[in-house]
Each structure stands twice: as structure tokens, then as C-alpha cells.
């Protein structure tokens, strides 16, 4: 009887396999259109009221419109929109593979203290007028913001590699980093002008509308240096989620490989926090959003982690600037409010531990 | 009745008697801008200023000496308007050393600090209502018998302005010299709401454009307050008023193109402390208007201005960011209205307006450099 029913499990057990994957390649596959489907409502919405037609004219032939036109959709919408993107993906990507280096379901550039260090950097350059770098003044704030915010995971990192600290006490020295950096943020606060505090807390709320095209590139050149880093090493940061231990067991050197992706990862969180302000929920949730829908083997996580990032920016931007026509609301306020709700679903609808 | 007159005879003499002991200070109830009723001895000898700002006042009222009376401050004016702060510290280097209040917005100040400092009465703004109140400074300060009362410039300028400098006038003995005041802005506000209700011209659209070139944002304007308020009073349409629901808000830049506002008014200070080398436009007290003029041209070549009439036709100004917190802003409405009705307002002269403030009223001597438009020299 065992003998007999076996090549049946073996043969249930692969087409399950095959339908799992499928199923994976498939929810991916939706989240790509619907990523595409949101960055052209992005690029076709906006209170200059174009028509689809002028929109599509001006996208493909780009001289033959008039300059106002050519203008809105180049200089304005598009950085908006592409930028929405690259930072959704790159926030969404450094959390997932924080959570997986550091078994941590609470690991987030948000709460390991980055983007708290990159707030506290722009801090000094809009209160202070402090450019730790002082070679590019005009860059102050962004380069401020970038440096803090290296800072930081660094020292998250070098902290890590220490003898006897386990994945529990970097997460709670992220945490110590985060107030320590609120505290000296508040500190500033209290000593700043109105129009540098204004500034500060504007900073602080996130926004896209400091989009140019030289921070879309920066960013996108960023993420598509670490996406292949990290599918070189889908297997191994798979195998790392089943333990430090058995990693190793496998042959996994785990200490360079988190080396590694700590070093990737902070550039990762960094440069989009410098360039568009503190823009919490996405690196958090994000990936959890990912890991529900597709688990978690790195093939498919890792995708769907940028994927996810992307798409819950992209949605946020649309509902940014249509909310109150003509206003474009801070978009790390809009985040959590467009992020929350589909969070829900998942959590209450999911009955699989999801962690 | 008889019961009554004898009454009314011992009150009097009371009064009388009261009058003639307390030689220094008469109690008088005082009315504040929240409607409290406050009991102060005046004119008071020893004030705390819960805003350094409120100096905009007490320098109009005690023009000699603005800070004889003033025994300790909070720290707002050198980073609000260092250019008024660095002009009043030339001309009166003692104020280095008079007791600060940190902290900008909360309002707290350290009450044992405060109490030490012996003051008559303590003035604070009306943006400071909340905390002050949270606190329980008014007990706090009624125990030991210090007074306190609220003025308001900022939050409804155009409503209690003229109440919070009669509260001034009183609190200091220099009532004429408030009415002077009072009447002197209100007649430099007829002068511009006079003719645009009798010539009831097109409003043009204003696009009120908040600090630009402060930072890579573009766009930061205001709702229905504050500079949004001006542009209406001065005979024009607030682009942004339907758009930001609060005073302050960031429109999109797209929305510049497809509102195509007439005119463009651009708030600038100098903040080179906060932003060294940015393109903010630098004007102020004494500012190079050449430098200032560059970069508002400057500013003109961003992409939300493509081909925006304003620009078209030169109709790019900058303005003292500070007059939004400024009892002087009626200046800034006679500068508003010239820009959008010149036609209207070939007479009116806001420079020469600000030059009679500072000559009738201001312990600084004037110096131009608070307006420059794109169409300037």
C-alpha cells in the first residue's frame, strides 16, 4: 500500500510545486500591470487637464507640442511618477532584505534609525546651515541627509558583526538609534526659525515634488545595481531565513553575505530618504505585503518586494495630487493612508503565519 | 436714597484715596485680544515679552528708549528677522544681554525665570493661548500677582491688529500714541481699499508663491491667511484660496501652468544662514535689490513657469517674507496693490509710506529694499 500510493505523492507533491510557482508567477505578473497601469494614471492625471491624446502625442513626439505641454509632462509629471517608482521599490527592497538578514519581522530602514539619521541630517543643513560636506553647498541638504544616514547603517552594521550580538540587540540598538536621532531632531526643532522648522517639518513628511531627473537616474541606477547583487544570492538569503545555524550548515558563509547585503542595503535606504524626505511605511510594509502574497523563497520574494514598493508609491503619488486637486498633499502621510487598509485585508484574510 | 449717597460718597473717596497712594501705577481692567478682563497697574515699569516680535509695538509706542521697560524676551527676533534684530542691536548693543525665553512655538517659558525677573505684566501672543494655558501660567503668575495678557498680530492681523495695539497703548501709558498709530495704518489701508471699492477693478490671479527657492520644492503657497489674505485685500484673487484648505500647502507645479495666474509674488528673506548660496530671493532691510532683482529672474526659469503669463509679461515680484508677522504689513498691501492695479495706483507711494513709519514712529532710521519686481531697472 505505502509502496504503491508513493510515486502518487511524489508526482502531487511536484504538480503542487509547479502550481505554487505559478500561482507566484502569476500574482508578480498581475502586480507588474498593475504597476504599469498606476505609473500611467500617474502620468496622465494632473490638474493642466490634457487629454490622453495630447498626453500620448507629447510622450512619443515630444517636439512636435507646445512647450508648456512638453514641460508638464517631461519636467513635471514624469520625474514625479518614475520617481514614485524608484523610491517604492528601493525602500520596499532594503526592508525585506533587512528582515531576512535580520530575521527580524519589525526591520525596516524606518525602524533601524536610517531615515530617523538622514531626517536629523537635512535637520542640520536646513536649521544650522551645517554642511558636513562642505564641497557641494548646493547639494548641502541631500548629501547631509545621505551621510546621516550611512552613518547609521554602518554603525548598525559594525555593531552586528561584534562578538555575542545576536539579530535581537541590533534590532534594539536600531531602535535606540531612532530616538537618539528624534531627540536631536526635536533638539533642532526647538532652536530653529519658523521658516527653517516650516522647512524641517516638510522635509520630515516626505514629498516627490523635489523630483528632477538626475535623482531619477541616481536612484534607478542604485536599485538596478542591487536587484542582480541580490538574486546572485536568492539561494543563500533563502536558506539564511531558516536559521543562522543551518545556513552555515549549507555552506553558506553567513557573516560576509549579511556584510554584504548590509553594505547594499544602506544604499538602498539611503539615497531615495536624501532625496525625497522620510517616507516611512513602505520599507516596513512593503515586503510583508510581498512576503504574503508570494512567500518566502528569495526567486519570487525578491521580485515581488520591489514590485510591491513600487506599486504602493506609484498609487500613493495618484492620490497625492487628486485628493485635493492642485494641492499635493505630503506623501508620507498618503502612504500609511493608501498602505493601511490593503495591509489589513492581508493580515486578517491570511491565515498562514505569515513570519 | 440717602443710604445710597453715603455709599456712593465713600466710594468715591476710596477711589480718591487709592488714586493718591498709588502714585506709579493706576489699576485699570484691561480687555485683551481673547476678551479677558485683566486687572494691571499702569503704566507698567517692567515688561516680559512673549515673543520678541511684540518689540514691532513697543518700539512704535517708547520710540527713545524701546527696551526701558522690557526686563526679558523670548528669542524669536534674531532667527525670525535677523536683519531688524542685527539694526536694533547696533543701535541698543544692551539688548545681548537681556533674559531670553527659548523655544518657538510652544509658548512655555521657565515661570521661576520669568517670576525672578519681578515684571508688571507679561505679554503674550495669541498663537501661545493653548500652551500657556496647559501650563497654568495665568494662576501661576496671578498667585505672585503678575498680570498677563494676550496680543495677537499674526493669527488675524487684519482683525487684531489695531485692538492689540490699544492694549499696548494702555499697558504703557502712551494711549495717543497708539491711536496715532492706528489711525496712521488704517488711513495707508483706505488709501488702497478706498479706490478699489469705488473703481471695483478686475481681480487679477495672484500665485502667492511661500519662501521660493528655499529649498528644490517648487510651490509652497497660502490658503485664505496671511499673504493670501493681502493679495485679496490689495484687489486680487488668491490663486491658491480654493486650493489649500489651511494657511499653508504646496500646490502642484502643473497647477501654475493651468491656473495661468497675471501676477507672481515671490516671499524672500535673507537666509544665508539656513541656505548658503540658495536661490531664495534676498530682500529685507537694507538689501542689495540688484542681487535680489538676478536672482528673481533667477527663479522665473523653472519648469512651472513655462509660459505663464507673469512671466510673459514681467509681472514677477518679491516681498519680505517677515510681513507676515509684522504689524507694519500694511506697507505690503499699498506695494500689492500698486503691482496689480499700477494703473489704479499711479500715486500711491509704499516706499514713502514705510519712510513716514519709520520717521513718525520707529527708532531705526528706514532703508529700503523690501520689493523688487522682475520689471525694476
Known sequence: ????????????????????????????????????????IDMALGPANYTLREVLTSLFYAESVGDQLRVVIWDIRMPIALMAVTVGASLSLAGAQMQTILANPLASPFTLGISAAAGFGAALGLIGGVAIFPAAVQYMIPINAFLMAMAAALFIHFASTMRGVTVETIVLLGIALVFTFNALLSLLEYLASEQALAAVVFWTMGSLTKATWPKVWITGAVLL???????????????????????????????????????????LAAIPVSFVGTIGFVGLVGPHIARMLVGEDQRFFLPASVLCGALLLSATSVVSKTLIPGAILPIGVI??????????????????RAW | MGMFGKVALAAVGLCALFSGTVLAGEKVVIKDVTGRDVEVSVPVEHVILGEGRQIYFVAALDRDAPFKRVVGWRDDLSKADPESYAAYLAKYPEIAKLPTFGGMKDGTFDIEQAVSLKPDVVIMNLDAKTATEEAGYIEKLGKVGIPLVYIDFREKPMENTEASMRVMGKLLGEEAKAEDFIKF????????????????????????????????????????????????????????????????????????????????????????????????????????????????????????????????????????????????????IQEIAKWLHPDLFTDLDPEATFKELHARFLPLDYKPGYFVSVKDE
Open chain 1, 1 to 40: 500500500m505505502a509502496i504503491a500510493t508513493e510515486p502518487l505523492e511524489t508526482t502531487t507533491g511536484r504538480d503542487q510545486y509547479r502550481a505554487l510557482a505559478l500561482r507566484r508567477i502569476v500574482l508578480i505578473c498581475a502586480m507588474l500591470v498593475a504597476l504599469c497601469f498606476s505609473i500611467s
Open chain 1, 225 to 267: 545595481f542591487a536587484i542582480p547583487l541580490f538574486a546572485r544570492h536568492a539561494w543563500a538569503l533563502t536558506a539564511l531565513r531558516l536559521g543562522e545555524d543551518k545556513a552555515a550548515s549549507l555552506g553558506i558563509n553567513v557573516r560576509r553575505l549579511r556584510l554584504h547585503t548590509m553594505m547594499t542595503v544602506s544604499l
Open chain 2, 185 to 332: 495704518r488704517a488711513d495707508s489701508i483706505a488709501k488702497v481699499t478706498d479706490v478699489l471699492a469705488k473703481q471695483n477693478p478686475a481681480r487679477p490671479v495672484v500665485f502667492v508663491e511661500r519662501a521660493g527657492g528655499y529649498s528644490d520644492d517648487c510651490c509652497m503657497s497660502f490658503g485664505n491667511e496671511n499673504f493670501g489674505k493681502m493679495v485679496e485685500i490689495a484687489g486680487g484673487t488668491n490663486m491658491a484660496k480654493d486650493i489649500i484648505p489651511g494657511t499653508f500647502g504646496t500646490v502642484n507645479p502643473e497647477q501654475i501652468i493651468a491656473s495661468n495666474p497675471d501676477q507672481i509674488i515671490i516671499t524672500g528673506g535673507n537666509w544665508q544662514g539656513y541656505v548658503p548660496g540658495g536661490n531664495w530671493v534676498g530682500v529685507g532691510y537694507g538689501a542689495d535689490l540688484t542681487e535680489a532683482h538676478r536672482k528673481l529672474e533667477n527663479l522665473t526659469k523653472r519648469p512651472a513657469l513655462t509660459g505663464v503669463k507673469a512671466v510673459a509679461d514681467g509681472n514677477v515680484h518679491a516681498i519680505w517674507h517677515q510681513f507676515y508677522n509684522n504689524p507694519y504689513q500694511f506697507v505690503a
Open chain 1, 335 to 352: 502612504t500609511a493612508l493608501v498602505g493601511v487598509p490593503f495591509f489589513f485585508v492581508l493580515i486578517f484574510t491570511n491565515r498562514r
